[in-house]
């Protein structure tokens, strides 16, 4: 019999279902939603659907409208060149390091395993955990650097990158297979020591899902 201790509560559980249906793009941006549909989706009351609906609210994914029921937050104007900014800034660093250190091996076969695994979403052509394992993918290469608040910080971008991934790959998932491919380019950048190769790479692998990080270039 499971713990009841371990048990997720009726609260996170309603958090963590409305959260993928945001995330993964079930529920766009607009979309009005009422604690109801979500209290029968999940079999709980409507007491716990409030709380996670209130912690989505401070998340910045839900609007709460009194009587109407919550809304969808869309993606900000502006928040995805934002994002990818970030991510440029924090990559290129952490190649930088390694190109100074060196690939723990550890590391190294982590990022093996994952492109292992996109390769098998790809032909799969399951947009959701492939964006999963993207994330996971650039994440250690943050964490491969050994700065471990640039890790920290990196992962708090998890969500916004994998609903902007999703959003991008959904129509086209005929580029899974194409990603897993510069994911292996990068991979080879950082094995060799090629900082600036990695960058370069990088910005031409973003550009290309998401276009210009720089809003000047749209």
């Known amino acids: 019999m ?20 945001i995330l993964s793009g079930e529920l766009p941006g607009g979309s009005l939603i009422s604690e109801g549909e979500i209290a029968e989706r999940v079999r709980v009351s409507r007491t716990p659907v409030r709380e996670a609906f209130l912690r989505l609210e401070s ?39 390694i190109a100074r250190t060196g690939l723990r091996d550890d590391h190294h076969e982590r990022m093996r395993d994952l492109l292992r695994q996109q390769r098998a979403l790809a032909e799969a052509a399951d947009v959701g955990r492939f964006a999963d394992a993207d994330e996971a993918f650039h994440r250690c290469i943050v964490e491969a650097s050994g700065n471990r608040l640039a890790g920290r910080f990196y992962a708090t971008l998890g969500d916004r ?28 950048h950082l094995l060799a020591g090629d900082s600036a190769a990695f960058a370069s790479a990088l910005l031409d692998h973003l550009t290309a899902t998401h276009g210009s990080p720089y809003p000047a270039d749209r």
């Open 161 to 188: 990158q994998r609903r902007m991934s999703i959003a991008a790959l959904r129509p086209r998932p005929e580029r899974l297979s194409v990603l897993a491919g510069e994911h292996e380019a990068l991979l080879g």
């Open 59 to 97: 998340e910045e994914l839900l609007a709460l409208h009194p009587k109407r029921g919550a809304v969808v937050v869309p993606v900000p104007p502006g928040e995805a060149a934002d994002v990818l900014e970030l991510r440029l800034a924090l990559e290129r660093s952490a190649a930088e390091r």
């Open 2 to 21: 499971a713990d009841p201790a371990k048990r997720p509560s009726a609260a996170h559980t309603a958090y963590a279902v409305t959260k993928e249906l």
